[in-house]
């Protein structure tokens, strides 16, 4: 696919914003979606809208078998041994909220521990203390990288579960995760990654990293929102309860007893998003086609190019400088407040992140109160990041 087909490919590019051509940096707060993507949502609710698993017309088995085929795409994008091992969740949030509240329910009591990182986001935070866990945090150095060592060493008798990202949103460090797991198993623990912002800019191969569990969300890798997927090695998805209860997750019901559904069915209650897991399948068609090494190789371009141009902006100082990360840059311009900085890129068409990114232990770990973020996707340019350059050295010389 030509470079400039792609860009092409996503309508709200061609917008402005406050009389200047937008420039979309937000990308880790969620990626703009492709034309495919979006007549993926106009074909379903124009030509093949019908509930899918029940009715017996040719609409339900149209979209039925439609849906399904996109749970093999994903296994396919994540490499899972079977696509019984997908489950669709409205996203990364509702799939670790499914792990800590089933595998909760069954295996932490008051006092058991769950060793969390010290970068992640609140959602594999809060899930796990609603799940009554303790949790333990495995510190990171100023660069932005885990402590593998102390890692080793938080393991005790009460640890039920690891539960890492395996790239972080503020931050942009890849985590270890396929380490992490072989210690974590050493240990009789299992590993649940949460990969939401991992799938869009690295090749996902979920047996390769040996996790138990892997959540991501489709809007941060060109899908709709609303949509998202919960891997579990199936021996895990097995033993856990279901999550919520309701149509399509029973296989019998009666007033005295209720048998479950089989995988993945047991853990996707009621009429799920059809349309949005439909635009998921496109999504993935169209990462493919682009490639997702020729992603990580664009993404990266741009990122060295980034740090290079705003090292030389005064006063910058870049939060999170692990080696290998991915195309996410925090930063801080001086003493000004990140919210400001932002405000001012917004009025000349540049759209970033301000603040704790709900990541609010890495901002005590720094003592920040926020931070500036740009985050590039496969449609970014050279152009824009030299634009958002620019713009940080007219701002540094402004406040
Ligand atoms: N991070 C960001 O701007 P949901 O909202 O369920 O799609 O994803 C939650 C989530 C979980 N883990 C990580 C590592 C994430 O980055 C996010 C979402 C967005 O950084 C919105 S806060």
Request: net charge negative; aromatic share 8%.
């Amino acid at each position: 696919m030509l470079y400039s087909d792609i860009r092409s490919s996503f309508p709200l590019l061609d917008s402005t914003v406050h009389g200047h051509p937008l420039i979309y940096l937000d990308n880790a707060a969620t990626t703009q979606k492709p034309q495919v993507v979006i007549d993926a949502l106009c074909r379903y609710y124009s030509s093949q809208n019908s509930n899918i698993h029940r009715g017996a017309h040719h609409l339900a088995a149209v979209a039925t078998e439609m849906f399904e085929e996109v749970r093999g795409k994903v296994q396919r994008l994540i490499n899972a041994k079977s696509s019984d091992e997908v489950v669709f969740t409205r996203g990364t949030t509702e799939s670790i909220n499914l792990v800590a509240s089933s595998f909760g329910r069954q295996n932490i009591r008051p006092g058991d521990e769950v060793i969390v990182s010290g970068m992640e986001h609140h959602s594999n935070i809060v899930p796990w203390q609603l799940a009554g866990a303790s949790l333990r945090p495995i510190p990171f150095s100023d660069e932005g990288v885990l402590d593998m060592q102390t890692f080793e060493r938080l393991f005790s008798p009460r640890t039920r579960m690891v539960a890492v990202a395996h790239v972080s949103n503020t931050l942009g460090t890849v985590n270890p995760v396929a380490d992490m797991a072989r210690v974590a198993h050493a240990h009789g623990v299992p590993i649940l990654v949460d990969g939401a912002q991992a799938v869009s800019h690295l090749s996902v191969d979920v047996q390769a990293l040996d996790c138990d569990f892997y959540c991501f969300s489709g809007h941060k890798m060109y899908a709709p929102m609303g949509v998202g997927v919960m891997y579990g090695k199936r021996e895990r998805l097995e033993e856990l309860p279901p999550y919520q209860g309701g149509g399509e997750m029973i296989s019998d019901v009666s007033f005295e007893k209720t048998t479950f559904n089989s995988l993945p069915f047991k853990f996707e209650a009621g009429t799920p998003s059809v349309a949005d897991v439909l635009g998921l399948g496109a999504a993935i068609d169209f990462m493919m086609q682009v490639g997702i090494d020729n992603i990580a190789q664009h993404e990266e371009m741009l990122l060295q190019l980034a740090i290079e141009k705003m090292s030389q902006v005064s006063g910058m100082r870049f939060i999170g400088t692990a080696k290998g990360k991915v195309s996410v840059v925090s930063f801080l311009l001086g003493s000004a407040h990140p919210y400001d900085v932002g405000t001012l890129l917004d009025q000349m068409g540049i759209a970033v992140r301000t603040g704790h990114h709900c990541t609010q232990p890495v901002m005590q770990r720094y003592g920040i109160p926020g931070t500036v973020r740009a985050s590039f996707a496969i449609y970014n340019t050279a152009d824009e990041v030299d634009a958002l350059c620019h713009a940080l050295q007219r701002i540094s010389s402004m406040l």
